[in-house]
C-alpha cells in the first residue's frame, strides 16, 4: 500500500489490453493514429480547438507558459504553485519567463487585488506580464467556481491570459459535481495528467486554440518531447478520461474516511474543511515521531511520505480496508 501519492497508480487491465493492441505511426510526422484520436477527442470534450499529448504534467505547463509568454515577458502565479514550486524552475531557466509569486489564501485562491497589484506597467524597467496561471485542485483543494468567473473578468480587464494547471482538474470536477468543461471554458489553456489518479503509467496534455498549440507542439519537439510510436501511451491515456473518472469519488470518499479515522489518533489533526478530493493533510504534534512510524510501516509494506504535517493521497490502488490497515498499524507505532 503506497499512500505518497497517486502517481503510484499502476495501468488498469483494460490499459495493458489496449496498450498491446494500439495501432501507432511516428507522432512527430503526425502519423500515430492513437495518438491523434486522443488529441482530437480531447480538444472536444474539453472545449478546446486543439490538444498535445506530452510526456509529463511538467512538460505541459513548461510548453503551456512558453507558448503564452515569450522571453522577459511574466507569469504570475500563487506561491504554492507547481508550475512554480516544483518543476525546477523550467519557465525561468528554459522560457527566460519570469514568475511572479503570490502568496495563495488557505483555500488556495489568490487575491485578485494582490494580482491587480503585481501586475507591471509597461515601461522598459518591468518584465511583461502576460499571463495569470491557476492550479486546480490545489493541494487537493478545489478553487470555487465563483472565483473562476472572477479571476477570467480580472484578466480580460488587465488584457491577460489565463493557464489551469489542471493536473487533477478531473478531481475537481467530480468533487463539485460538474462536467469538466463547466471549469475549463474561463481559461485560455489547460493541462491534465493522466498518469495520476487517472491510472495511466505515462502523460498528460495541454489544450488551447489550434495557433497555440502549433506553438507548443515545435516548442514540444525542442525540448525533446517529440514521441514516436506514442500510440501505446496515448491508448492508455484515453482510457484515463474515458473509464477512470468515476474512481475518483470512491478516492475522495476514502480521503473524507481517512481523515475521519486519523483524527481519532492521538497527536494527528487533520482539518476536514480541506479534504475534499484525495489529498490529507495532517498536522503532527511533536510528541509523534513520524520517521519511526514510517520505518515501522515500510516493514510490513506500507509506504507514506513523513514530513510534518504529512501528506496522505488516496488512489485507485488503495482501498477502503486499506485505509483500515493503515490507520491501525499508526496506532499501534504511536
Ligand atoms: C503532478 C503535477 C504536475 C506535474 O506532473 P508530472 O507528470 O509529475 O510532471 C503539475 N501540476 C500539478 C498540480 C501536479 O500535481
Redesign the pocket.
Same mark, same amino acid.
Given at each position: 500500500m503506497d499512500f505518497r501519492?497517486d502517481?503510484v497508480t499502476r495501468p488498469t487491465p483494460k490499459m495493458r489490453e489496449a496498450i498491446a493492441n494500439a495501432l501507432v505511426g511516428d507522432d512527430v510526422y503526425g502519423d500515430d493514429p492513437t495518438v491523434n484520436d486522443l488529441e482530437q477527442w480531447a480538444a472536444q470534450r474539453h472545449g478546446f480547438e486543439a490538444a498535445l499529448f506530452t %510526456?509529463? !504534467? +511538467?512538460?505541459? &505547463?513548461l510548453l503551456g507558459l512558453m507558448a503564452h509568454c515569450e522571453r522577459g515577458d511574466e507569469y504570475l502565479c500563487g506561491q504554492q504553485?507547481? &508550475?512554480y514550486k516544483?518543476?525546477a524552475g523550467g519557465a525561468a531557466v528554459l522560457g527566460s519567463i519570469q514568475p511572479q509569486p503570490i502568496e495563495n489564501n488557505p483555500d488556495g485562491t489568490i487575491d485578485l487585488s494582490k494580482l491587480a497589484a503585481a501586475i507591471k506597467p509597461d515601461d522598459s524597467h518591468f518584465a511583461r506580464t502576460r499571463l495569470l496561471s491557476l492550479?486546480n +485542485?490545489?493541494n487537493g483543494k478545489v478553487l470555487p467556481m465563483s472565483y473562476l468567473a472572477e479571476a477570467r473578468k480580472f484578466v480580460d480587464q488587465h488584457g491577460l491570459k489565463m493557464h489551469l494547471? !489542471?493536473?487533477?482538474v478531473y478531481n475537481a470536477s467530480v468533487a463539485l459535481d460538474i462536467d469538466v468543461k463547466e471549469i475549463a471554458k474561463h481559461f485560455d489553456s489547460m493541462?491534465i495528467?493522466l %498518469?495520476?489518479g487517472l491510472c495511466a503509467p505515462i502523460g498528460?496534455l495541454l489544450l488551447g486554440s489550434k495557433e497555440y498549440i502549433a506553438k507548443a507542439r515545435r516548442l514540444r519537439k525542442m525540448v525533446g518531447g517529440g514521441m514516436r510510436q506514442a500510440g501505446i501511451l496515448a491508448a492508455a491515456g484515453k482510457l484515463a478520461l474515458t473509464e477512470q473518472v468515476e474512481q475518483l469519488k470512491v478516492d475522495h470518499e476514502n480521503a473524507k474516511h481517512l481523515a475521519t479515522r486519523l483524527n481519532e489518533l492521538s497527536g494527528f489533526n487533520v482539518n476536514a474543511e480541506f479534504v475534499q478530493t484525495n489529498i490529507v493533510f495532517a498536522k503532527l504534534d511533536d510528541s509523534v515521531d513520524i520517521s519511526g512510524i514510517a520505518e515501522q510501516l515500510s516493514k510490513q509494506d506500507i509506504i507514506i511520505s513523513p514530513g510534518n504535517p504529512i501528506r496522505f493521497v488516496t488512489h485507485n490502488d488503495v482501498s477502503r480496508q486499506d485505509i483500515d490497515t493503515l490507520v491501525e498499524k499508526i496506532a499501534a507505532s504511536l
Open positions: 501519492s502517481t %510526456s509529463s !504534467g +511538467t512538460q505541459a &505547463n504553485a507547481h &508550475n516544483y518543476e492550479e +485542485t490545489i494547471d !489542471g493536473a487533477r493541462t495528467c %498518469s495520476k498528460s
